[in-house]
């Protein structure tokens, strides 16, 4: 998961991930927002950037426009400069209609690409371009502005240009995700790039007016620069970090660039700001082994680097998940006391460097595994300074890793040590970011670790010690990690008896989180619900998902609810085909809701898409598709849709998938983005004709996510490889329930042998989320189908939820110990249990990584195997 895109739709006030809230008037909306126009002028509002169109006025489709840049302090003076020439000139223009917005766009995480764009002007032609240059120029020359990485600056004040799209034109990749485009001289549509860096594209000449910017552009290289560059580490909006080489003796470096005025934090200091008091605190520091050594802090071009010393090692943050043994399938009493004596030698390491900071008064400020490197001798060094400062600030915290920013209340030397509590239980259980939620989650993970590990007698004591707000001793009635005690827990495990109670309230609070009169979702979930038109409709993360696992458990299902979702599906325009992230999936759901005739309406746009660039993954590609058709096809015994979905197993077994586009977009292994949900495909579709080659075709699916698994034949997972997860979308226990249900079909010694090995990775003592489809409710689902005899076929009720499920759970410890585990990622929400998402930053309703897929797995163990995933 992109956290950090992820973080964006955190707002406060509300448990759940959702889009940031705004008034129609906000306070900090700029005048022009609002203000009356000239006679004929235009304006449409948006989230984001407000539009002023002139009267009689006729853009065209492309061409070069003009980007003025700001900063907080004189956006305002700026753009009543622009309107007030733009509004005299009839020139169109949008500008964006906050200071909240702005300090957001150039924020540390925003997008690089868009950093620094506060207005856009929109120029008629070539000519009309070079005089707004000029006259524009004219007023703003010598106003400061972050510089805007996509496009070549004009003189020395705000303004830049790039060739661009005036009009929204727009293709959508295999991926689903909508791509900007121009046309070509050919007439077709190419993308718009909007990288960071100027690149027009190759058919379009410069205008002449641009020649002496170019020229500058060009002669504005780092001049009396002692360092090389050889590598890149890392991006963000504030600058690059890059490992060098000090020219005058070969040594290796570390250079970190600034840019000016952007990478704002809270605070709205910059990256410089924050360099400058990285090179403060590195100076303090100086003589620390424990910290890296300063060479230089200059500026070079327009940004500064500030330089130290380069240090060989590995972030402790993948450190203690290559080494923790509680992350593992197995673990032998000796790797365990092992494992303990490393990390709490690392501990005492990072308190006793901790300690020399304070002593020379540097408060760290940041302190999370991904801010501490272990040497290749073990010993540990600290970076990334850029928040470090004085204990006698006042000020709380304002940045840092989730999970490790300390609550209200705590300034100083405090920041640091409560961050050192988080990091003792982080190195054992690395699952802090549910601190925040309760200060029972801290005793929660103090049990777990207790319970595993050959942890000192005083180990949970100095946890409560570190984590206690100041002025309060730890170990006090309502202290436990830096609050009050709740009333009671937010989850416990009832013994038979009393689960179908539990159920029923897991149900009643998906029904309590509801909101049918929004327009995007119905049920609040992952992030993702606003990433893609269908996001809160599918069944991943949508409606269609929460409503199939209701349904699934016997639950009641609003007549409301299916209505809300029918209309908005069928409200999409150019909706994806896939099974969990687009409409097929929606369309299944319905059908199994009993709302055939839509079903059948949605299938029909399904029918209608455009599969040639899908992948070969069950999430959004052929086979999804394929399952689709297939039921339909039973349910309606149409043969034509079962030809269809022979074609498409054809294009499955006949070669590759295509190559993916974009970071995170490949197949993968597993059964979502593998081989795992071709497999899935065959097998149902080999059930449906009978043609035994799809079965050979399925086992050699799966056999290829076996073999990216890292799984050896005849051999546990070894420690290392990815199967050694048994998570259901990415890790091996999706392929091993398609495997279950393969070698009923088809006698194979060593995919037997391979689910063998997924259902001993079950058995893993630990899972850091609670989700379906990449936490504990997902190895819950996948042990649960593979300790049952497989079903094959339609779909099955649920349990009824006012009677006593009996199932084998009782006497399989492992299931009872995932069970009583999911209370790490339960809260509270209107008096019944909810579950965090991926990464625990807000409660989540979804399927995928939510209550509803809690709800589907546990209703799988507890009833007999009778609730399940789509197709399984």
Known sequence: MDIIRHLHFCPPGTPFFDVPVRSAAAEDDFPLVHEELPAGWGRAPGSEWTVLSPPGVTLPRQGWKIHVSATLDNAGHILDVVAKYCLTERVMFKFIRSRDILQRRNSKYGDRSGSGKFVTLYPLDDEHFERILHELGDLLDGERGPYILSDLRWRSGPLYVRYGGFVLRAVRSESGELVHCVEDPDGRLVPDRRGPGFRPPEWVTLPACLAEAVAARNAGT??????????????????????????????????????????????????????????????????????????????????????????????????????????KAVGSAETVAAYTAWALDVLDQIERGIDAMHERGVVFADLHPGNILVRPDGRVVFIDFETAGTPDATTAQTMGAVGFIAPAGHTGFAIDRYALGCLRLALFAPQVA????????????????????????DFAERVRRDLAPPHRPAGGEDDAGGGRRPTGPAWTVPGPAGRPALLRSLADGLLATAQPGREDRLFPGDAEQFFTAEGGLGL?????????????????????????????????????????????????????????????????????????????????????????????????????????????????????????????????????????????????????????????????????????????????????????????????????????????????????????????????????????????????????????????????????????????????????????????????????????????????????????????????????????????
């Open 222 to 327: 780092l001049r009396d620069f002692p360092y090389r560059v050889t590598e890149a580490v890392h991006f963000s909006n504030g600058g690059g970090v890059y490992r060098g080489t000090d020219t005058r003796d070969g040594t290796d470096v570390l250079l970190r660039e600034a840019r000016p005025l952007a990478g704002l934090d809270a605070d709205g200091r910059d990256a410089v700001a924050r360099h400058e008091q990285e090179h403060w605190a590195l100076r303090r520091l100086d003589g620390l082994p424990c910290v890296p050594r300063l060479i230089d802090f200059r500026k070079g071009h327009e940004h500064y680097f500030l330089v130290r010393e380069y240090v060989e090692g590995t972030a402790l943050s993948k450190e203690l998940v290559r080494r923790n043994p509680l992350l």
């Open 434 to 457: 549910v601190l925040p939620w309760g200060p029972e989650k801290a005793d929660g993970l103090i049990d777990v670790i207790t319970a595993y590990y050959p942890v000192p007698e």
């Open 540 to 872: 991943a993360h949508g409606a269609a998902g929460v409503l199939w696992a209701l349904a699934e458990a016997g639950a009641r299902v609003p007549e409301e609810h299916l209505d809300w979702l029918a209309g908005r599906a069928l409200a999409l325009e150019d909706p994806r085909p896939g099974l969990y992230d687009g409409l097929g999936g929606i369309a299944y759901a319905l059908d199994r809701l009993g709302r055939g005739a839509t079903a059948r309406e949605l299938l029909g746009r399904v029918l209608q898409a455009p599969l040639q660039d899908l992948d070969h993954g069950l999430r959004g590609g052929l086979p999804g598709v394929g399952l689709t058709l297939l039921h339909f096809a039973a349910a309606t015994d149409d043969r034509a849709l079962l030809d269809r979905a022979v074609r498409i197993a054809e294009r499955v077994t006949d070669g590759a998938p295509p190559s993916p586009r974009g970071p995170g977009k490949g197949t993968g292994a597993g059964l979502l983005r593998g081989a795992s949900g071709s497999a899935l495909f065959l097998l149902r579709l080999y059930e449906r004709t009978g043609d035994t080659a799809l079965l050979d075709h399925a086992a050699a699916a799966l056999r290829r996510d076996l073999a990216d698994f890292g799984w050896t034949p005849g051999e546990p997972f070894a420690d290392g490889t990815t199967g050694r997860l048994p998570l259901l979308a990415s890790g091996s226990g999706g392929t091993g329930m398609v495997l279950h249900d393969l070698v009923t079909h088809l006698r194979d010694t060593e995919l037997t042998q391979a689910r063998d090995a997924v259902l001993a990775a079950t058995e893993l003592p630990f899972v850091a989320q609670a989700g379906l489809l990449n936490g504990r409710a997902g190895v819950i689902m996948a042990r649960a189908h593979m300790t049952d005899a497989p079903r094959h076929g339609g779909t099955s009720g649920g349990p009824d939820l006012g009677t006593r499920p009996e199932h084998a759970l009782d006497g399989d410890p492992v299931q009872l110990r995932h069970a009583a585990g999911l209370g790490l990622s339960a809260v509270r929400h209107q008096g019944a249990p909810a579950f965090l998402g991926q990464e625990s930053l807000r409660i989540s309703s979804d399927l995928a990584t939510g209550t509803a897929g809690v709800l589907l797995a546990l209703g799988a163990a507890w009833g007999g195997g009778r609730c399940r995933l789509p197709f399984l």
